[in-house]
């Protein structure tokens, strides 16, 4: 049967977030070079708040949601943005690339494994060795770059701070569902953002104020537009559009197409030829990604969530 055109939309803008984000770690390397993590995210998170609250405007909809939702719109916010940022930058800080490559790339796993506690979807076994296979994929294409592998004590806290990052974000992607049903989209990223924004200023106020604005290059503050326009502001908004239409398990296995766009970026962008390993691995996650997206299982529900009941 052919698929209706808001799931091929909806497949096509989950292909650009990945595009987004495998553009995104080379934009972030380059960032990185004259900026603190914590400066930059105190930058960028703003940006994204501002583009966030002009799609909202002369909209007729509530600008806040239900007082007894707010208790979790306020955790989401938390957890999806303050404490995953902080873990995201203090745990690739503490371990080797490959390693934080592949722990983030268990993120559609433990959503499987969310989903199926929270009652929200009951994945196929077609669905669960898709999301598998990206994994595997994922590792041929961190293997094939050559990247050190060192799963040791040295490493260790930084491991954890990678799982727990990616357990964090797996909970954003679930929690986050009874309300998006019930508000859309747009307004919950907004609302999370609205959350997290503040935390990260205040948190990485200090970085910036010792850090010369002036002095950085025009380059620099295009990356930080970016980092913050497109990888957080469009690219959450896309994530919490796939979860409401595509349901929570196939839009997070969308997640590990991102190397393969890393890879099609570093290739053109930096003359990086991808060895043969990693051309496997990005095949094998075509391939996962495809079996998980067309299989058929229990995928969003038509009714209205709410976030009091079954979300």
């Known amino acids: 049967m052919t698929a209706p055109r808001s799931e091929i939309a909806t497949d096509l803008s989950l292909v650009a977030l990945a ?4 553009i995104n770690f080379s934009v972030m390397k380059v960032l990185l070079v004259e900026l603190d993590p914590l400066a930059l995210n105190a930058l960028r998170f703003p940006l994204a708040v501002a583009a966030l609250a002009l799609l909202l405007r002369g909209d007729a909809q509530p600008t806040l949601p239900d007082r007894e939702d707010l208790p979790r719109i306020v955790l989401l916010g ?6 995953y940022q902080l873990c995201f930058v203090f745990g690739i800080d503490g371990t080797q690339a490959g390693n934080a490559s592949l722990l983030l790339s268990t993120t559609p796993v433990w959503t499987v494994l969310l989903s199926g506690l929270a009652g929200h979807e009951r994945p196929t076994p077609a669905v669960v060795v898709g999301v598998l296979g990206t994994v595997v994929g994922m590792t041929f294409v961190v293997l094939g770059r050559g990247d050190a592998l060192s799963l040791t004590s040295a490493t260790l806290r930084g ?8 357990i964090l974000w797996s909970f954003y992607t679930v929690g986050g569902r009874g309300a998006v049903a019930k508000y859309g989209p747009v307004r919950m990223t907004a609302w999370t953002l609205w959350v997290g924004t503040p935390c990260l200023v205040a948190i990485g106020l200090p970085s910036v ?10 380059g620099t503050w295009l990356g930080v537009t970016y980092a913050g326009l497109l990888s957080i502001g469009l690219a959450y908004l896309i994530w919490y559009r796939g979860v409401q239409r595509l349901g929570n398990t196939k839009t997070a296995a969308y997640s590990n197409l991102v190397p393969v766009a890393a890879l099609i970026t570093a290739w053109v962008w930096l003359g990086e030829v991808p060895t043969r390993v990693q051309l496997l691995g990005a095949t094998i996650i075509l391939i996962g990604l495809t079996v998980a997206r067309l299989a058929q299982s229990p995928g969003p529900s038509s009714r209205r969530w709410r976030i009091s009941g079954n979300s």
Do not use: F, K, Y
């Open 159 to 166: 491991d954890l701070l990678m799982v727990l990052a990616s």
């Open 19 to 22: 595009a987004i984000w495998g």
């Open 209 to 218: 104020m010792r850090t010369d604005l002036a002095s950085l290059s025009l």
């Open 78 to 83: 938390v957890l999806g943005n303050v404490v």
